[in-house]
């Protein structure tokens, strides 16, 4: 097996390749990731949380990584593929729908090993939702 803290990475930015982390289940790029899927751009307890993005179907801990590693642009996820198993948890290698990710409170609905919360203000990134959904930290509006 690869030593997972560094298979699949680069440190030459937009370098395509097709290696991916056969430490992993699923196919998983990115740079420096360690067995939880920790990267260099993300590296606390809780960043255990790798995405695939629909461009390219890899996993990815975070978009920095791909956009070190892939050729091309990132593709976010449309709300009408919410369904698909697109997040993996790193600790206990659970998909999770996308759907479920965003209802699962920042906790595997698995393992229930805590997420970072901090993901929730850059989940555009990722997905195509409306900057107008709520968090947690979105004040209400009386009327």
């Known amino acids: 097996m690869a030593d997972p803290t560094d298979a699949g990475a680069t440190e030459e930015p937009g370098r395509a390749g097709d ?10 790029r990115g740079v420096a990731v360690d067995s939880e899927t920790r990267c260099r751009h993300y590296g ?6 790798a995405i695939a993005l629909p461009c390219c179907e890899t996993f990815y801990p975070c978009i920095e990584c791909h956009q070190a590693l892939a050729d091309h642009e990132p593709t976010r996820w449309p709300p009408a593929r919410f369904d698909e198993r697109a997040v993996l948890c790193g600790r206990c290698g659970a998909r999770l729908s996308i759907t479920a990710y965003l209802d699962c409170d920042h906790r595997c609905p698995r393992c229930d090993r805590a997420f970072n919360p901090g993901c929730r203000h850059h989940r555009e990134r990722y997905f195509a939702i409306e900057q107008s959904v709520r968090t947690e930290t979105t004040p209400r509006r009386k009327g």
Request: aromatic share 6%; no cysteine; glycine share 6%.
């Open 44 to 49: 606390t307890e809780r960043d255990i949380v």
């Open 19 to 28: 290696a991916t982390d056969d430490g992993f289940d699923v196919p998983l």
